[in-house]
């Protein structure tokens, strides 16, 4: 009886392990319009107020944040940026997020401040603002600081507020795994 469902149970096993890496594998497109490629994660990576924010936010609704990167390949010049997309709740509010030294990585080996920079006009964004709301920029980021940001066990993202207080965000699942099949899936690991 046992061995009558085995097959049954490592199909069914090897399907969820599918299913699960699928979230973290890029998403290429071709914008016809301008010719440049760009792999994105299927969604972006969400995050959320840390507790000690949540605290001082008590009884509103908090923030969110969500990033992504991003490959931009124009006729084989290959460059990289990362998405940010700020949903504000109720509380403290989010400064410009496109001034500069107004976003900071925080990860293993201490902070990371991020570039803004202007994203390609394509045909078709790469990834959707998850809310209607808030605001949303593209910030400078090389190979070299994806790798970076994939290996660090500490990934942490401090927005400036309104009031010069800061903002500081986690993420709500594993963002290692997904940065690490991302770079997997666009040949950037040497594993």
């Known amino acids: 009886m046992r061995v009558a469902n085995f097959p049954a149970i490592l199909v069914l096993g090897l399907l969820a392990g599918c299913v699960g890496r699928g979230q973290s594998k890029p998403v290429q497109a071709l914008d016809e319009r ?68 107004a976003v900071t990585l925080v990860l293993d080996d201490g902070p990371l401040t991020l570039t803004p920079i202007e994203a390609p006009k394509l045909g078709r ?20 600081m994806l790798e970076h940001m994939a290996a660090s066990h500490r990934l942490e993202l401090d927005v400036r507020a309104t009031d010069d207080s800061t903002l500081r965000f986690s993420p709500t699942h ?18």
């Open 125 to 144: 964004p790469a990834y959707k603002p998850v809310a209607s709301w808030g605001q949303v920029a593209y910030f400078a980021l090389t190979a070299p």
């Open 174 to 191: 594993d963002a290692r795994a997904a940065l690490t099949e991302y770079l997997r899936s666009l040949g950037l690991t040497g594993d």
């Open 34 to 101: 301008t010719g440049v490629t760009l792999a994105s994660l299927k969604q972006p990576i969400e995050l959320v107020q840390t507790a000690q924010n949540a605290a001082l936010a008590f009884g509103k609704r908090a923030s969110f944040a969500y990033l992504g990167p991003i490959e931009w390949d124009r006729a084989g010049t290959v460059t990289y940026s990362l998405w940010m997309h700020v949903a504000p709740g109720n509380g403290r509010q989010a400064a410009d997020i496109h001034v500069p030294a």
